[in-house]
């Protein structure tokens, strides 16, 4: 399996997702500059946390317009894999390709923790080795994360069954206690929560890997199908 | 003569030396030149001459102070570069700008040496947090200010310290340090070597901003400050992290020759240190700097001190390869200047000679050097005073412990740490609040271990042996960890040098830190002095900030201070004295800060560390912290609360309980250790004649203490941890 | 009475976040674009006061609280 980490100016989670898929997995990963035209060959697609192009005016707003999103919007559309961690998240808001928008935590501080969530569904390629209604702790590190969306929006996608993850103890003041969602087609998943920094026990943790686990699963299913 | 001199600084004998050194009057640029750089920000002109002091070598010092940062062998081919620096002046007129433009300023330190910037830590100090609404802003702001800029760039930030002491009611301190990764091969210097090499600049344009930030570090603060106002700037953590990536990406390509960051002084330091380091000479012209503003002159050009700006030295022919990979990252390299061998620095502006100096003249090399008198202040020896009597015995002691935990020093500090970002990068192994950070070495199965330590009420009332303390206490830090000490850098926070007992304080602390790195064998490797931190002739408590750097030769075996399982044994390592000069406890329950400073043997200490070292190496601890501010009580306390464990100790003594129980005796540890581990560790307790006392057991959910039989505190720990969480947030409402 | 604070960087002062947006927009085509600087509007109602009070009171918010007069400048509009 083939991974692909996207690399913004400002991005600064991307060695931390290169590692957990190199160094944790096992797989193939590389790392996708932002003025990229074409992702050919990747399997799924990973946009890390930081603070692309200074998260200056809005968190996202800039990296929106990034040649690579292009072509991060024909890889989702294909039905493949993409995942927005933190950052990411900010930008597939900014982008359409997940509803909604995260403005700055409820009392104005970047928190950075390790939080329990509650796992809300598993019937997803991002979820499916974790039990649903489990309680998973994971690592947050955001200023701006605080999940906003319509009544409409959030009804749908509750409808849907879009959310994956919730906060236990809402720590920011996102909506319905949101701390991940994906996309109608569940193949696009934004999450504000670092899986990536729970993948090893030496780092007090290795709630996050079964995610990157899922994924595998899903991918090797989809392979079998084919 | 030129009598502007005193404008910019300069004293009539250094103008007199002006005069020597250029054979002439001096032109308004040139004077400016060597006003900031021999302000004492720059030049450490009364600084200068006690750093003999130090030990500064040793097998494993691969680079010691007068670069941009220190380095230290770890092994494997894998080096350590770090240093702190101070941006003490700038975070108390704008805290959050100040604070942020600290960190990147230390960042840069480290990239320029060639390393990956791996980690950052803080030292902050701050006046009365509890009365003051203006302290309560600085706190906040410089606390948002260092998670601002170290949070955008991605290096966490994993360890440091926050006290509070009216000292520094009008002096705010805010030191920053960084630390860094790198392969011994891969060390650059800022070296202006190698004659026709291309200078080039790469990073943000000069503005106006920042004017003599150098030189404003070097005055007492005033109402005046607010016309210095310009000095402070607004941080771009995005254009750093673009800036910082593209060093290292270029210094993998060999093209580089050396590197500098514009600091303080900005191009004017830049240019006459890596000349002075390399070949001797330069000539830059000011016109080809990118310039932000219209109608700039060259003497705002040589003195902006606009953050995250570099210098590159680049190989003759090698230009547009450097300029294809700033560009690549969205930035800009001009070559603004070439290296000579004529011993000048050369400003010109165009075709027209702005500056014309020697080059090594405006270095510390060839700045002003002083011996400032010093003499004893009166308070010295009467501070040292303190009768038992004058101590009252608590009455409560459930009461008196939970106002000394819940006290600013004391409590939690994690309304603070949990606003930086610890744990990015993914090494992250032992995080904030712990007596060390510990951070993996990805490839190897090393780690290092990080600290910052300072207990400035000690070097106030015993300077020497307050400072010796300060590196003891940051080696006991990490030796807990199970890690080896290795080198430290030091942030020397203190009063006017031009104040004979100032200038005592800060000699004394200088001979204390010398005695004690040399007698762990930890170098000084680089550091920083702040002076004039003083508001209307009252000074801060002489502060040098202890950063300290240790290896873990296997990570698997690192140590943590928190109690892990009930049933535990717990054992004080160490002995406790009647020792209450100078202690939290005296200062927080009865206003007193005075009494002597708690003995300590180097002897003693050393061979305790090396007892810890050894037990961590056997596996036998299950948990190490080192006893400080608080005393005894407080360790056991901090022990309890990751967990929520609880301990059941018996003490038996001949001293006053609450000299059993807050007394700060030196060179002590709480240990735990399983049952089945206890009979190996006596015996090698034994073997090295460890002064020891089983204290009791880690047991579920109470804290309990009991002298001399009788039971004095007894607490549920959950309501303990709360009280103790909870008490700094509270506070900043 | 209401009123708008503008809170803006002294021109002297470096505005990273507008370089980079400048930079953006450059990006999307606006090469035109010279210069872009950043600010804060915060918009305030007064109750019942007169001209000269809000302005009075005005003028000591900016310099207490609203902005930081080290790198920042403000402008105020009473409606």
């Known amino acids: 399996m083939k991974f692909g980490v996207i690399v913004f100016p400002g991005s600064n989670c991307d060695i931390d997702c290169f590692y957990a898929v190199k160094d944790v997995l096992g797989h193939e990963v590389e790392y996708i500059w932002h003025d990229t035209e074409k992702l050919n060959g990747f399997d799924c697609i990973i946009l890390p946390g930081g603070f692309s192009y200074g998260d200056y005016l809005r968190c996202g707003a800039v990296a929106r317009f990034s040649r690579v999103m292009a072509a991060v919007k024909e890889h989702a559309a294909a039905g493949k894999l993409v995942i927005g961690i933190c950052n990411g998240f900010q930008v597939l808001t900014e982008v359409g390709l997940l509803p909604g928008a995260l403005v700055r935590n409820k009392n104005l501080k970047f928190i950075c923790d390790t939080v329990p969530l509650k796992v809300e569904a598993n019937d997803s390629p991002f979820t499916s080795l974790y039990q649903k209604g489990e309680?998973?702790?994971?690592?947050?590190?955001?200023?701006?994360?605080?999940?906003?969306?319509?009544?409409?929006?959030?009804?749908?996608?509750?409808?849907?069954?879009?959310?994956?993850?919730?906060?236990?103890?809402?720590?920011?003041?996102?909506?319905s206690d949101i701390a991940g969602i994906c996309n109608e087609g569940r193949n696009v998943l934004g999450m504000m929560p670092h899986p990536e920094r729970a993948c090893e026990d030496i780092l007090g943790n290795s709630d996050g890997k079964r995610l990157f686990e899922s994924i595998l699963n899903a991918l090797e299913g989809s392979l079998k199908n084919e | 003569m030129n009598n502007s001199y005193e404008a910019v600084g300069i004293t009539e004998n250094e103008y007199k030396k002006i005069l020597e050194y250029?054979?002439?009057?001096?032109?308004?640029?040139?004077?400016?030149?060597?006003?900031?750089?021999?302000?004492?920000?720059?030049?450490?002109?009364?600084?200068?001459?006690?750093?003999?002091?130090?030990?500064?070598?040793?097998?494993?010092?691969?680079?010691?102070?007068?670069?941009?940062?220190?380095?230290?062998?770890?092994?494997?081919?894998?080096?350590?570069?770090?240093?702190?620096?101070?941006?003490?002046?700038?975070?108390?007129?704008?805290?959050?700008?100040?604070?942020?433009?600290?960190?990147?300023?230390?960042?840069?330190?480290?990239?320029?040496?060639?390393?990956?910037?791996?980690?950052?830590?803080?030292?902050?100090?701050?006046?009365?947090?509890?009365?003051?609404?203006?302290?309560?802003?600085?706190?906040?702001?410089?606390?948002?200010?260092?998670?601002?800029?170290?949070?955008?760039?991605?290096?966490?930030?994993?360890?440091?310290?926050?006290?509070?002491?009216?000292?520094?009611?009008?002096?705010?301190?805010?030191?920053?340090?960084?630390?860094?990764?790198?392969e011994h091969d891969k060390i650059h210097r800022g070296n202006a070597s190698g004659v026709g090499n291309s200078i080039m600049y790469v990073g943000a344009a000069t503005?106006?901003?920042?004017?003599?930030?150098?030189?404003?570090?070097?005055?007492?603060?005033?109402?005046?400050?607010?016309?210095?106002?310009?000095?402070?700037?607004?941080?771009?953590?995005?254009?750093?992290?673009?800036?910082?990536?593209?060093?290292?990406?270029?210094?993998?390509?060999?093209?580089?020759?050396?590197?500098?960051?514009?600091?303080?002084?900005?191009?004017?330091?830049?240019?006459?240190?890596t000349a002075t380091r390399g070949e001797g000479g330069m000539e830059i012209d000011v016109l080809k700097v990118p310039r932000r503003e219209k109608g700039m002159l060259p003497v705002e050009i040589m003195l902006s001190e606009s953050q995250e700006r570099m210098l590159l030295i680049v190989e003759k022919g090698r230009e547009s390869e450097v300029t294809e990979i700033v560009e690549k990252w969205g930035l800009h390299a001009i070559t603004i200047g070439t290296v000579t061998d004529n011993g000048r620095l050369i400003v010109k502006e165009g075709d027209r000679i702005a500056a014309d100096m020697p080059a090594y003249s405006l270095d510390s090399s060839g700045a002003p050097k002083y011996y400032k008198e010093y003499e004893e202040p009166q308070y010295y020896q009467e501070l040292k005073q303190l009768q038992q009597e004058e101590i009252k015995e608590p009455q409560d002691y459930n009461e008196t412990f939970m106002q000394l935990l819940t006290s600013p020093n004391l409590c939690s500090k994690e309304w603070v740490y949990k606003q930086?970002?610890?744990?990015?990068?993914?090494?992250?192994?032992?995080?904030?609040?712990?007596?060390?950070?510990?951070?993996?070495?990805?490839?190897t199965k090393k780690g290092i271990a990080l600290t910052v330590d300072c207990n400035s009420r000690y070097c106030y009332l015993d300077p020497r042996l307050g400072s010796s303390i300060a590196v003891v206490e940051a080696a006991r830090n990490l030796v807990c960890s199970g890690a080896k000490p290795l080198a430290i850098t030091d942030g020397l926070n203190f009063g006017s040098p031009e104040k004979p007992d100032r200038f005592w304080q800060f000699?004394?602390?200088?001979?204390?830190?010398?005695?004690?790195?040399?007698?762990?064998?930890?170098?000084?490797?680089?550091?920083?002095?702040?002076?004039?931190?003083?508001?209307?002739?009252?000074?801060?408590?002489?502060?040098?900030?202890?950063?300290?750097?240790?290896?873990?030769?296997?990570?698997?075996?690192?140590?943590?201070?928190?109690?892990?399982?009930?049933?535990?044994?717990?054992?004080?390592?160490?002995?406790?004295?009647?020792?209450?000069?100078?202690?939290?406890?005296?200062?927080?329950?009865?206003?007193?800060?005075?009494?002597?400073?708690?003995?300590?043997?180097?002897?003693?200490?050393?061979?305790?560390?090396?007892?810890?070292?050894?037990?961590?190496?056997?596996?036998?601890?299950?948990?190490?912290?080192?006893?400080?501010?608080?005393?005894?009580?407080?360790?056991?306390?901090?022990?309890?609360?990751?967990?929520?464990?609880?301990?059941?100790?018996?003490?038996?003594?001949?001293?006053?309980?609450?000299v059993a129980l807050f007394s700060e005796s030196q060179s002590r540890f709480v240990v735990s250790c399983s049952t089945e581990a206890l009979t190996e560790l006596q015996q090698l307790m034994a073997q090295q004649e460890i002064p020891n006392e089983i204290l009791g057991k880690v047991t579920g959910e109470d804290f309990k203490i009991s002298v001399n039989n009788s039971d004095i505190v007894t607490l549920k720990v959950k309501d303990m941890k709360a009280a103790w969480r909870g008490a700094f947030k509270c506070l900043m409402k | 009475m209401k009123a708008k604070v503008y809170v803006t960087l002294k021109k002297s002062i470096a505005d990273p976040q507008g370089t980079a947006i400048q930079n953006a927009l450059g990006k999307l085509g606006y090469s035109n674009v010279e210069e872009v600087r950043i600010g804060k509007l915060i918009e305030l109602d007064l109750g019942d006061v007169s001209e000269g009070e809000a302005e009075a009171q005005l003028v000591?918010?900016?310099?207490?609280?609203?902005?930081?007069?080290?790198?920042?400048?403000?402008?105020?509009?009473?409606i």
């Open chain 2, 22 to 182: 250029l054979n002439r009057e001096p032109n308004e640029l040139e004077l400016n030149m060597y006003g900031v750089m021999w302000s004492e920000h720059c030049s450490y002109k009364h600084s200068r001459g006690l750093f003999r002091h130090f030990p500064t070598t040793g097998e494993r010092v691969l680079q010691g102070p007068g670069e941009n940062a220190g380095i230290i062998d770890i092994g494997d081919n894998l080096a350590i570069a770090m240093k702190i620096e101070s941006h003490n002046h700038p975070s108390a007129v704008e805290p959050y700008q100040g604070a942020a433009t600290g960190v990147g300023g230390i960042i840069r330190d480290i990239f320029a040496m060639g390393a990956r910037p791996i980690a950052l830590l803080n030292s902050l100090r701050f006046g009365d947090v509890e009365e003051s609404e203006r302290v309560k802003y600085l706190v906040e702001g410089v606390v948002e200010g260092i998670a601002g800029y170290g949070n955008c760039i991605g290096i966490p930030t994993v360890g440091g310290e926050v006290y509070f002491n009216d000292s520094y009611n009008g002096n705010p301190l805010v030191n920053a340090m960084c630390v860094g990764i790198i």
């Open chain 3, 60 to 78: 000591k918010m900016c310099e207490g609280l609203l902005a930081n007069t080290v790198i920042e400048e403000y402008k105020y509009e009473i």
């Open chain 2, 207 to 273: 503005g106006r901003d920042g004017m003599g930030g150098a030189s404003f570090a070097s005055v007492e603060l005033t109402e005046e400050s607010e016309e210095k106002k310009s000095a402070v700037q607004v941080g771009d953590p995005f254009m750093e992290k673009l800036l910082m990536e593209a060093c290292l990406e270029l210094l993998e390509t060999g093209s580089i020759i050396g590197l500098q960051d514009l600091g303080a002084a900005g191009l004017t330091s830049a240019c006459c240190e």
């Open chain 1, 135 to 175: 309680i998973i702790n994971i690592p947050i590190a955001h200023g701006e994360g605080n999940y906003v969306a319509d009544e409409e929006t959030l009804k749908k996608m509750k409808e849907n069954g879009q959310i994956l993850f919730t906060y236990v103890d809402n720590p920011n003041g996102s909506m």
């Open chain 2, 420 to 443: 930086y970002d610890h744990m990015v990068r993914t090494s992250t192994v032992v995080k904030p609040g712990s007596d060390a950070a510990v951070l993996r070495v990805r490839g």
């Open chain 2, 507 to 658: 000699r004394e602390a200088v001979i204390g830190i010398g005695e004690a790195c040399r007698e762990l064998d930890t170098p000084v490797i680089s550091g920083n002095v702040s002076f004039y931190n003083e508001t209307e002739s009252q000074a801060i408590y002489p502060t040098p900030m202890i950063g300290m750097v240790g290896v873990i030769e296997d990570i698997d075996k690192s140590c943590t201070m928190d109690f892990k399982e009930a049933g535990d044994i717990v054992i004080l390592l160490g002995e406790t004295k009647n020792e209450l000069g100078g202690s939290e406890y005296l200062s927080r329950l009865h206003g007193l800060e005075k009494g002597k400073v708690p003995t300590l043997s180097f002897g003693l200490e050393k061979k305790l560390q090396a007892f810890i070292l050894t037990a961590i190496e056997k596996g036998l601890l299950r948990s190490a912290h080192d006893i400080s501010e608080g005393g005894l009580a407080v360790a056991l306390a901090e022990g309890c609360m990751e967990k929520g464990l609880g301990v059941d100790i018996q003490i038996q003594t001949k001293l006053r309980r609450d």
